[in-house]
């Protein structure tokens, strides 16, 4: 239950940051696909990178932040990328 949850989170998350991206593309005449490539990826990596410092930082092996890149990484690219997109597709 809490993974789903988790997902369901993370693709609110990537929807507003895709609509927030869309929209500052269009306002400074960028193409969306530079945006998509730059402002998303920053917006979806930022916090992952944040959590995997404070975990090297206050544990004593570095195994946390390895298994935490690897499960975020997976967790946002292949699932929780994907809850919006099929939601859009079938929309």
């Known amino acids: 239950m809490c993974f789903l949850t ?3 989170y993370i693709a609110i998350i990537t929807a ?3 609509d927030a991206a869309e929209l500052f593309a269009c ?3 960028m193409p969306t ?3 998509a490539t730059s402002l998303i990826a ?3 990596s930022l916090p992952d990178l944040a959590a995997s410092r404070s975990a090297l930082i206050y544990e004593t092996t570095a195994d946390i932040t390895f298994l935490n890149i690897a499960g975020s990484n997976v967790a946002n690219c292949l ?4 809850a919006p997109w099929l939601v859009s ?3």
């Open 27 to 29: 306002c400074v005449g």
């Open 79 to 82: 699932l929780g990328l994907g």
């Open 6 to 8: 988790m997902l369901g």
């Open 42 to 44: 920053i917006g979806t």
């Open 16 to 18: 507003v940051i895709v």
């Open 33 to 35: 696909s530079l945006a």
């Open 89 to 91: 597709a079938i929309y």
